[in-house]
């Protein structure tokens, strides 16, 4: 079985959130973007991937489609592990981290839901895990700068059911008021993007420990500087968590013998597809460090990291859920969370195929 072709198709789905569009990340973001990878084979199975592409949709699909598909067209589809590591090695000049490994992250979870179609199996079953009934869900909440916000978005999370609250937030007065508008019984993290030298990091970590924090997101910059994460968590006695920047197992590796963090965060749509996924959950294992993944995707990355949690006989482990209304959903009703849990598609492979009708109204 080969692989026939190799296409892509961004969308943009509409959303909002409670706030202000303006300032978000790289720029001013209205809509949820995906960019999704189709693979074809000459047996005329079709399997869907997704390749991170926020701020940089034009640059991965240049990746994919100049550098990554003249290579991997006529390969073996089944042999997704080798090929892996042939196109990672046959693309190492331009180095395994950023965009190319974001391009290749789309076509191995394509290749991965082919396998499990033609298997007639869903991924989960493919990968050895057993049916659950639902896998644990946590609210993330985009930035707001504005504590009153962050608690009326905080108590509106609760009221739907979460148990577990992620701000992206940098200043103690939200982090104060997402912790009043939840109480002592829900957990909260705090997502802050890698804002702060060491010294800012300890000297805020410190202010923010009185919230009980269950865990303190890339609190510094860079975020491979992981002696330095390290020192924060034994010196504060805060749970650290970090790696939805990272690419491979091997950055994984590194920071996971550092003693950096409490909760690894590999995003199968950045770390190489559910092939290097599943070897950094190995570290992990190895390590004794809990496996969370970043998830905060609506397309086939999404899918695909409910069925790697699943697929896992080992407890813990939650699914991030960007605490936004989409005006749109690839996947219907399966991105909504019902009394704190998604359920697990059954289907063969990722389980659903993304919506038609949705590509065709929403692709850009």
Same mark, same amino acid.
Request: hydrophobic share 50%; charged share 15%; aromatic share 10%.
């Given at each position: 079985m080969k692989i026939a072709r190799i296409d892509s198709l961004s969308i943009k789905v509409p959303y909002t959130f409670g706030g202000s569009h303006k300032g978000e990340g790289l720029r001013t973001w209205t809509t949820n973007n995906i960019l999704l990878v189709r693979v074809e084979t000459d047996t005329g199975l079709v399997g869907w991937g997704e390749a991170f592409c926020y701020g940089c949709t034009d640059a991965v699909k240049a990746a994919l489609h100049n550098m990554v598909a003249p290579l991997a067209i006529g390969q073996d589809a089944r042999d997704i592990a080798g090929l892996s590591y042939d196109l990672q090695q046959k693309l190492h000049l331009f180095g395994r981290y950023g965009l %190319?490994? #974001?391009a290749l992250s789309g076509l191995d979870i394509a290749l991965w839901d082919i396998a499990g179609k033609a298997a007639n199996l869903p991924l989960y079953r493919l990968?050895?895990?057993?049916?659950?009934?639902?896998?644990?869900?946590?609210?993330?909440?985009?930035?707001y700068r504005d504590p009153e916000k962050v608690a009326a978005r905080t108590a509106q999370a609760v009221a739907e059911g979460y148990r577990r609250i992620k701000l992206h937030e940098t200043e103690e007065p939200e982090v104060r008021a997402a912790r009043l508008a939840a109480g002592d019984g829900v957990a909260i993290m705090v997502d802050t993007n890698?804002?702060?030298t060491p010294e800012q990091a300890r000297h805020m970590t410190l202010k923010l420990r009185p919230y009980d924090l269950f865990w303190l997101e890339e609190p510094i910059?860079?975020?491979e500087d992981f002696s330095a994460i390290a020192r924060l968590r034994q010196?504060?006695?805060?749970?650290?968590?970090?790696?939805e920047n990272l690419? %491979?197992? #091997?950055?994984?590796?590194?920071?996971?013998?550092?003693?950096?963090?409490d909760y690894a965060q590999p995003s199968v749509?950045?770390?190489?597809?559910?092939?290097?996924f599943l070897k950094v959950a190995t570290l992990c294992d190895a390590a004794g460090v809990t496996l969370m993944p970043h998830s905060p995707y609506f397309g086939p990355g999404f899918l695909a990291t409910l069925h790697l949690?699943?697929?896992r006989g080992t407890p813990g482990g939650m699914i991030e859920r960007y605490h936004m209304d989409l005006e749109a959903s690839l996947y219907g009703e399966l991105i909504m969370p019902k009394d704190g849990n998604f359920a697990l598609p059954t289907g063969p492979g990722l389980g659903r195929d993304p919506d038609p009708d949705v590509i065709k109204t929403y692709g850009a």
């Open positions: %190319t490994i #974001f990968l050895g895990g057993a049916r659950r009934d639902g896998l644990p869900a946590y609210a993330s909440l985009l930035k890698c804002p702060w910059f860079p975020p010196g504060t006695g805060v749970a650290m968590a970090a790696g690419c %491979t197992s #091997f950055q994984f590796r590194d920071m996971l013998a550092a003693g950096a963090v749509t950045k770390v190489g597809g559910i092939t290097e949690l699943a697929a």
